[in-house]
């Protein structure tokens, strides 16, 4: 390991000191002039016909090989062209001032909804702003209503905890970042994605399968990376007041300034409870009592792309409290006895992350971030006490180098820490479970890596593959090889491929809170090993334009197999939950197909089809995994007239049968049906816009389907069968709600 590391030292020293840049092509930004990035601007050299236009970053690259006079044409429809005379300059950012009618209307370009990029090698489903604003959206888990690569499913009804699927696999097998940081983890992985407001969500990728190496060794059914607004790149002032019909209450400001180079961001944050509901009579609250406060605080300083230093600080501190259980539950008197059932969670957590960079020119930067959390939380599950205290780190140290002409290079050292203090403890023990105690987990992981990005034949082909070396300081070492390929047939049509390794070292109880809400007792046969899992896909996109019309289609399939997997046997005993490696054969395989209509700019239809077989063979059967749907059907409509003064939008989601949690060896009164039965949600919102103010009123499950007393033994909930994770569908049924937002834009 020493050796290796020597070795990479000496290669980033000799690359370091040869940063002498390729003058045979021109890298630049186009923005607007408060520096938003404008895709699809016009760039070329004047009287030729060499020419780029930008990317979705609003960047570009042109050959300036054999151009004499170096006088730039730049323009983008409702802009003013510019001319630049370039003299060495071998990277600029060029600003576009928007065009003004008489009347001083502004002609400007709506970012679309969701769209997936044929231009990045790594494909990429991007929901923007605009789509956020077309549903409540009022956490993280609420934003994925339009998208049919990720699944918010609910893990334990009592505190409404959810978890992110991908591919028909645990939210853990999934790396959630925000602004590129691992901030969602461990002890912040079961109630983290409920607590980032979307009013401070800018835009989220979403990456299935294999991915990067840049980002760590996990990530095996996909990545989601949060990105919160910009500083510079956000409304002035953001106001956002929300009610639902079960009284639950939102408030949100976000209010940024700009001086110079710099530029802050402040968003608070607060959800007030709701009133105490049971529509279906089983004495159990519909949706649990919650408090959250939040503040968080951005500061940006130039741009990552520009030349020399920049920087960024994010900060943000929540408080969260949740009340879930019977509905004569006072967490007060009732904690950790046995008058009536109740759960409480608390917690506080306060983080923090830093990105620093230095570009030489355009074609070397030496980049790092470092990202860290602290959370303390206090939980009740009936007479269980789950009390817990997480430190984490993370620090990533890069270069990155363009080298001849098309290709990056990325190379560096990344660590990671982490120091996860749980204890459990009975109040009151009638069931004699035996898993109580003090569990500490200690993690230290120094790692290197390197990635390639090779492109050919201008973008049209593309190969990225990357390669990680990580020492675990329990597990020893782990070797992560990826690739990536992305071959273009047309402008239009893109074809890719991907295939790599990924690890998980478990967190159990932190990232399965239903075991602690089960009254089952924990069995831990021996120690548990890294999960282990080999994924590979192929995606297919095209687009089709005509006049007036606007078509996208995409196919993907993927495939991940473990060769150790953590699940939890609930059917060995029914009053047991059995924890062990499983090296059998687990595999997961997912099927999708999206088709997307626009219609004049102002009607979009969507349509997607999600097919998953997700399976595990013990003594040569074949078992399906519960609570996937092997098909589902989402749809949205969206209707937005010339004018833009008002908006209609619909989304409906047809789930199919789903397998159910084995519970033929419980009593006859607490056993569950094997499959689900098929249902429907549909969704729809009106919004109404002035300048400054929108209006928006909707309706969650119009029809409202609810699944009826989703908990088992409800009846007795200090007895050996309770149980709350058996949820395949909502359980609260239908909720109207309404909601103002007051922008001042523009910094």
């Known amino acids: 390991m020493q050796h290796l590391l020597k ?69 983008f429809v409702g802009y003013i062209p510019d001319t630049i005379t370039i003299t060495k300059q071998q990277y600029i950012t060029i600003k576009l001032k928007e065009t003004q009618a008489l009347n001083e209307v502004t002609i400007t370009e709506e970012k679309p909804g969701t769209y997936t990029s044929l231009i990045e090698p790594v494909k990429t489903e991007v929901i923007t702003q605009t789509e956020l604003t077309k549903a409540a959206c009022c956490d993280l888990a609420g934003c994925f209503d339009s998208e049919g690569s990720v699944e918010p499913t609910t893990t334990n009804v009592v505190t409404n905890a959810k978890e992110l699927r991908i591919l028909g696999l645990s939210g853990v097998y999934n790396q959630i970042l925000v602004d590129g940081m691992p901030l969602v983890q461990g002890l912040s992985y079961t109630y983290g994605i409920s607590s980032i407001p979307g009013t401070l969500v800018d835009r989220i990728n979403v990456a299935k399968g294999a991915n990067s190496v840049l980002q760590g060794f996990e990530g095996i059914s996909g990545q989601i990376n ?25 408030f949100n400001a976000n209010l940024s300034h700009k001086w110079g180079k710099w530029s802050t961001i402040i968003a608070a944050h607060t959800t007030q409870p709701a009133n105490k509901f049971d529509r279906d009579g089983d004495h159990f609250l519909d949706l649990p009592l919650l408090t959250r ?134 109040t009151k023990n009638l069931l004699k479970r035996t898993y109580n105690g003090r569990y500490l987990k200690k993690e230290m992981i120094p790692g290197i890596f390197a990635e390639n990005i090779f492109h050919w034949r201008g973008d049209k082909i593309v190969l990225i593959t990357g390669l990680r070396l990580d020492r675990h300081n329990s597990f020893g070492y782990f070797i992560t090889p990826r690739a990536l390929f992305k071959y273009e047939f047309t402008e239009s049509t893109t074809a890719r491929v991907s295939a790599g390794t990924g690890y998980k070292t478990i967190n159990l109880f932190s990232e399965n809170v239903n075991l602690l809400a089960s009254s089952r007792d924990i069995i831990i046969t021996g120690q548990l090993q890294p999960e282990r899992a080999f994924n590979w896909g192929v995606n297919l996109g095209h687009n089709k334009y005509w006049e007036n019309i606007t078509a996208t289609f995409g196919i993907d399939f993927y495939r991940t197999q473990f060769s150790n997997q953590i699940f939890p046997d609930y059917d ?105 039965e098929p249902y429907t949600l549909v969704n729809a919102q009106f919004t109404k816009s002035w300048e400054r103010i929108e209006i928006y009123a909707g309706c969650e499950n119009i029809f409202d389907f609810r699944q009826f007393r989703p908990i088992i033994s409800w009846q007795d909930p200090f007895g050996p069968y309770f149980d709350t994770s058996n949820v395949w569908g909502p359980t609260r049924g239908r909720e109207f709600y309404f909601g103002l937002r007051f922008k001042v834009k523009g910094l």
């Open 572 to 676: 060995t005993d029914p009053t047991k939950a059995i924890i062990s490696n499983f090296t059998g054969k687990s595999v997961s395989n997912s099927f999708q197909a999206e088709t997307e209509f626009k219609f004049y700019g102002i009607f979009e239809v969507k349509l997607i089809y999600n097919y998953l077989d997700v399976y595990q063979v013990i003594n040569g059967s074949r078992y399906v995994l519960p609570f996937n749907p092997k098909n589902k059907i989402t749809s949205t409509l969206s209707y937005k007239p010339e004018s833009k003064k008002w908006h209609f939008d619909m989304n409906l989601h047809w789930y199919g049968e789903q397998m159910l949690a084995n519970t033929t060896t419980n009593p006859i009164e607490y056993q569950t049906p094997v499959t689900s």
């Open 7 to 75: 070795i990479l030292s000496l290669v980033l020293i000799v690359i370091a000191t040869t940063i002498e840049a390729d003058a045979q092509s021109l890298n630049g930004k186009v923005t607007d002039t408060k520096q938003r990035p404008l895709a699809g601007a016009n760039v070329y050299w004047l009287n030729t016909t060499i020419g780029a236009s930008t990317n979705a970053n609003g960047e570009f690259e042109i050959s300036s090989q054999n151009i004499v006079k170096k006088r730039l044409i730049v323009s």
């Open 226 to 250: 949060v990105e919160l607004k910009e500083p510079g790149n956000s409304e002035k002032l953001l106001l956002n007041v929300y009610t639902n019909s079960f009284m639950e209450k939102q």
């Open 293 to 426: 406060y939040s503040l968080y605080n951005k500061w940006k300083y130039s741009d990552d792309d520009s030349l020399g230093f920049s920087t960024q600080i994010g900060l943000r501190y929540l408080s969260e409290q949740r009340i879930g259980g019977q509905t004569g539950f006072n967490p007060e008197a009732d904690k950790g006895n046995t008058e009536y059932y109740g759960q409480t969670v608390q917690i506080e957590q306060p983080e923090i992350y830093t990105k620093a960079g230095y570009r030489f020119n355009p074609h070397n930067k030496l980049a790092f971030s470092s990202s860290g959390f602290y959370q303390k939380q206090d939980s009740w599950f009936g007479t269980t006490s789950y009390k817990a205290i997480q430190t984490s780190f993370y620090a990533n140290l890069q270069y990155e180098l363009k080298w001849s002409g098309r290709h990056y290079l990325t190379t560096g050292f990344s660590y990671r820490y982490l120091n996860l203090d749980e204890n459990i403890l009975f």
